[in-house]
């Protein structure tokens, strides 16, 4: 019973620890919800249970949204209440000033909570946006924070009609498919993006976007395009500098707690370890895709060579398969190391001496992508004058419910996956982490120069044969 000699500071100093939990809610209660929304689409027996059970006496006449953010609703009612219990308690009462700081912490949570919902209201808007790009490959928009829309409208990328979405961290490049839907084309990061002006009067509609390669942008007038250069200007400027600022300085980081300086170094790593379980899933994956090109085609294809009617000749097999084998040897390597770190993460707290360990890999990624297009030419070449071979590729992508061509266009999108993913660790890492700090820059820049190389070389290239000594002239990741 609450009475003048039960003072209400011992109950509010027992009950402290339960802010920090009422943070960690908040914190996650995007996630939570973006998380209930994909389960329910993936899970249709999981959705059916729900709709059983919403506006129910079991959820008290709620759906499960409705009793998810009751928590956070309540937040402004404590607010409320305590303030009317502090201005009716005595100043002389032993409850005044333990009232006045838990008045004070509680107001802190509440602003807290509406910054977060602030942000929660953007993440929404992100997913709807998201919603409208048919085949989007890329992460989910709501789930960077400094993610925000900006604005959008037509243009010609690299002389194609384009519909462009300019964000406070990247521009989404899509094709116009019916009202309200675009079909995703690519996406390009402006955290490593510049602008340069158009090399002549004849270009005044034109702008160069340079990011992993330059790419030219034409707007529909010159006015369009000085306002969309304005503010690709600005945005562009903050996201280096936000970029900067997030790799290498922790203040960053959001808390409320006193000894904030002695966690930043932990949660930094749980965002690292994080990548690198991601990095480690995605690595699974695409071993698991060059596993299944060679036993369901390669093997097969070159089983037929020793037969007495094999579907091919030895050099146009030999073509389309190229070095697959060494892919998947080089990658199921690096797996494996990558997932005995994983497994020791506290001790070594590094990935950078993983790919310095693989001089292979490099090479024989280089050796693929220079012979990727004369591969696609022997298959489409085969598929057009061998029935044989073209009936067997038919009933084979029936049978394992694969298509032939996007497997062996699957290592063409690794090394890029691979820099993304090691720039984003890059991000999450401290400049005092000496260990791996540097040497995770330099991976980054060699994995981008890489990837650009690729794309140069996509672009200039001559003939569709692989140039000559391509295997003595590829290069190291971290050189």
Known sequence: MFTELHPFSKTASSQIAWVKLYRHYINNYSKSMATLTATKEKYPM????????????????????????????????????????????????????PLRQALKEMQELADYVNSRKQEADN????????????????????????????????????KKDRHLWLFTTHIIVTRPLHKDKYSFVRSFALNTSSLQQAPSDAHRRHVR??????????????????????????????????????????????????????TVLALNEKKRLAVLQKIVQTQQEF?????????TFVEPMKKSLSSQSPMLRQKICEQICSNVEAVHQAHNTLLERLRE??????????????????????????YYFACHNAQLVALDSSLASCPIFSLWVRDTEVK????????????????????????EMLHCTARRHSSDYDALGKLVASLRDLTESFAQQKESRPSLAPPSGTRARSRSLWN
């Open 341 to 366: 770190r994983e497994g020791t993460w506290d001790a070594h707290h590094t990935i950078t001496d993983i790919f310095e360990g693989l001089p292979q890999l490099a090479a024989v990624m280089t």
């Open 46 to 97: 999981f959705k059916t249970f729900l709709v059983q059970l919403d506006y129910t006496a079991a959820f008290f006449g709620l759906n499960l949204q409705g009793l998810l953010i009751t928590p956070v609703q309540r937040l402004p009612r404590y607010v409320l209440l305590l303030r009317d219990l502090l201005k009716n308690t005595p100043a002389s009462h032993p409850d005044e000033e």
């Open 209 to 262: 976007l340079l990011c992993d390669a330059a790419h030219t942008i034409e707007f529909v007038s010159v006015p369009e395009r000085e306002r969309w250069e304005g503010v690709l200007d600005k945005v562009i400027a903050d996201e280096h500098r936000n970029f900067m600022k997030s790799a290498f300085d922790d203040s960053h980081c959001e808390t409320y707690d006193s000894d904030v300086s002695k």
């Open 287 to 295: 071993v698991d895709s060059m596993m299944l090109t060679i036993t």
């Open 400 to 423: 394992s419910k694969v298509d032939f061509v996007s497997l062996l266009a699957r290592p063409m999108k690794r090394v890029p996956e691979l820099y993304l993913l090691c720039e």
């Open 123 to 158: 993440a929404a808007d992100l997913a709807k946006l998201q919603a409208k790009f048919s085949g989007y490959t890329g992460a989910p928009l709501e789930l960077n924070p400094r993610c925000k829309f900006v604005q959008n409208g037509d243009a010609k990328v690299d």
